[in-house]
């Protein structure tokens, strides 16, 4: 019997009473799944995981993608998406140091965006005993529930564009500027113009329609989104600026505070995330999985 502990206002759950090393009967598994779409972001304290084992549970919930940047791939687990700072002998970073700079939700300019990821915290800094590296969520669904209806009315059939092109150009520049203002030093370089090939633009809905919990959520971060679909410059400009406020409002957010040996899993189409860089020189180490979604119903692949 699995237990669930609401963490925060809208989301956020912890679920103690499984082992996830092991494989869930399906009557577990079936609770730990509602539990995860009724909460949007859980976390599993305290368990302990081998590559392999994170690799089967969250097969469990649909197919795991292998991440465009395979220099941040875990070995043989092409499945695995390394987030560190850490470098190997030679001096060179083991994973992505830069991961989650802005909100975002993973892999969302994706023909077929990403349902879930699953973050398996290994080392986790800590100063003057607290916790460091905190990753931020915010309820894109409680945040759709909580807007005026004339404003929902007017986002019924908009579109913006999500651009991992974009995306990566953006993330490098302000890469380039922290380290031009002296703020922090990453060895993450400029996207190869093959990684920027590999991903076309995708024209999404602004309001998405959950396709397991049927909900209602508001699909645009600003990561991933460059632009409103068909609209002047400044007019999409202004409304996404104050969707991105109205998204990232304390009320809708959750902050994980981690601990080794916590599994956090999030559903990447009811919430988005952000991580905080206050660690470095201490080392942070994390494994994700990241779960295929559907493709989102109305999107328009623009390359
Ligand atoms: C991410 O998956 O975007 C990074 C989250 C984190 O490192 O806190």
Redesign the pocket.
């Known amino acids: 019997m699995i237990t669930v502990t609401r963490l925060g206002k809208h989301i956020g759950a912890a679920i103690t009473g499984v082992d996830l090393s092991k494989t869930l009967d399906d009557d577990t598994f079936a609770q730990v799944s509602q539990a995860f779409f009724d909460n949007e972001v859980v976390v599993f304290p305290g368990q302990t995981l081998t590559p392999e084992q994170q690799i089967a549970f969250t097969r469990r919930f649909g197919v795991l993608e292998h991440h465009v940047r395979k220099e941040a791939r875990l070995g043989n687990h092409p499945e695995i998406f390394i987030?560190s700072n850490k470098v190997d002998a030679q001096g060179k970073a083991i994973g992505a140091q830069d991961?989650?700079r802005f909100w975002?939700s993973?892999l969302s300019y994706k023909t077929q965006p990403s349902l879930l990821?699953a973050?398996y915290a290994v080392e986790i800094p800590v100063k003057d005993g607290k916790p460091l590296?905190?990753?931020h969520f915010a309820s894109t669904t409680a945040a759709y529930n909580a807007l005026p209806e004339d404003l929902k009315q007017q986002l019924a059939g908009l579109r913006n564009i999500h651009s991992y092109r974009d995306y990566r150009l953006k993330n490098y520049a302000a890469q380039q500027d922290d380290e031009r203002r002296g703020i922090r030093t990453v060895q993450e370089h400029a996207p190869t113009p093959e990684q920027l090939a590999s991903v076309p633009d995708m024209a999404t809905p602004v309001v998405r329609v959950h396709p397991v919990t049927g909900r209602k959520g508001l699909f645009v971060n600003e990561g991933h989104t460059s632009h409103m679909h068909d609209m002047p410059p400044e007019e999409g400009d202004a409304l996404l600026r104050r969707l991105y406020d109205h998204i990232t409002q304390p009320e809708f957010i959750y902050t994980h505070h981690w601990k080794p040996g916590d599994l956090l899993m999030w559903d990447n189409i009811a919430v988005q995330?952000?991580?905080?860089f206050d660690y470095d020189p201490l080392p942070?180490l994390?494994y994700?999985t990241t779960v295929r979604g559907p493709a989102v119903a109305d999107s328009i692949v623009l390359q």
């Open positions: 987030l991961a989650g975002h993973d990821s973050l590296g905190d990753t995330h952000k991580a905080t942070r994390l994700r």
